[in-house]
């Protein structure tokens, strides 16, 4: 009876003992799968980071922006960006921690370019179209950033260092329709000492060249419309300098080339019909007294050309608005000056005032 109780006792342990063995390989098992997915996993997002995310590892910069004075009434661009337009941003280390001062700025990164999408966001595109992200950078240093809008293409590219030497800017001459418009409005944006955050870092931009609106006013009864609006006689391009002291200061634009014609968009009111603004964009400039400034051609084939009566200087940043009174056998010229925004106009030229414009032979 006591062999039997002791036998008993020896398979009982050794039940235990082949069970708690059995857990323990599969516990190991379980675990080293487990171990095996996370791995997995990790290189994985490892992957995705180096084609998406840059090497510096801080958070994502996500830009957005806003406008100074921004007045675009003829393609309802009053306060954004055209759909598809391009900015280049220059990102920099501030040397500083959030709340100090006295580093050195260094280039974090080169021109990166972005497009306006939607909304007031703009999103980041490498040289092939696919997305890119930069970021913050590690050492908890607030960065500075420096950017451009308007016709860069062929000019700047991809990853290039911020320009040490001038470059040569031009609007458009064929300025009739939305994109070309916009395209040829050079502005400068910055935001400094950013910190990181997962918010969007707003860039504010403000205009260095010169806009010129066209209000074209046409007798109700006259019996035509109009056809054509040209700024004549402009130069289109100017040396752009960029300033490597002291990169808070928008380039220098200075005129430089040959005078040329600008053609814009031609929509026309009654004379008691709400004002259309017909809009370009020029380099500041001084034109010369006796100079042909606008041409205006009718559906009927007659041209008027509006010469300038005393030399006029078209200033950065500033909105010239000039209202065109067509009759049968003349037009009359008025203009008025604001900055680059509605509702302060200087009306030390009064709108309507009788300046007579000799008809084109």
Known sequence: MRTLQRQNNN??????????????????????????????????????A?????????????????????????????????????????IYDTGNVSGSSGGTESALYGATTYQH???????????????IFRTYPMNQHTINIYAVHGNFSGILSQDMDYPTSALTYSVLTDQTTES??????????????????????ALTFKHLLSKIIVVP????????????VVIMNTIPTATLTFNTTNRTIAPTVVVNGSAKDISISCDASTYTGADIDNEGIIIPQTV?????????????????????PSSMTFEAGKSYRF????????ISVGYTVDNWAAGNWDTSHPN????FADQDE
Do not use: H
Request: charge should be negative; charged fraction near 20%; proline fraction near 1%.
């Open 217 to 228: 006013k046409v007798d109700a009864s006259a019996g035509f419309t109009i056809k054509k």
């Open 352 to 355: 309507g005032q009788e300046i």
């Open 50 to 90: 180096t084609s998406t995310v840059d090497s510096k590892n801080g958070k994502e910069i996500k830009l957005g922006y806003a406008v100074n004075g921004m007045t675009r009434s003829t393609y309802n661009l009053d306060t954004k960006l055209t759909g598809g337009a391009y900015v280049y941003a220059w």
């Open 288 to 308: 010369a007294s006796g100079t042909k400034f606008l041409k205006v051609t009718l559906s009927n084939g007659t041209t008027y050309i509006y010469t300038l």
């Open 180 to 201: 070309s418009y916009a395209a040829s409005d050079l502005m400068y944006g910055k935001r400094l000492d950013a910190y990181a955050t997962e918010d969007t870092v």
């Open 323 to 330: 209202t065109v009174q067509l009759k049968e056998s003349d």
């Open 11 to 48: 398979d009982e342990e050794m039940c235990i003992k082949t069970l708690n063995e059995t857990i323990m390989k599969v516990f190991n098992y379980i675990l080293t799968m487990a171990l095996g997915i996370f791995a997995l996993a990790s290189c994985s997002s490892n992957d995705d």
């Open 117 to 131: 999408i939607t909304g007031n966001i703009l999103t980041p595109l490498n040289t092939t179209g696919s997305t």
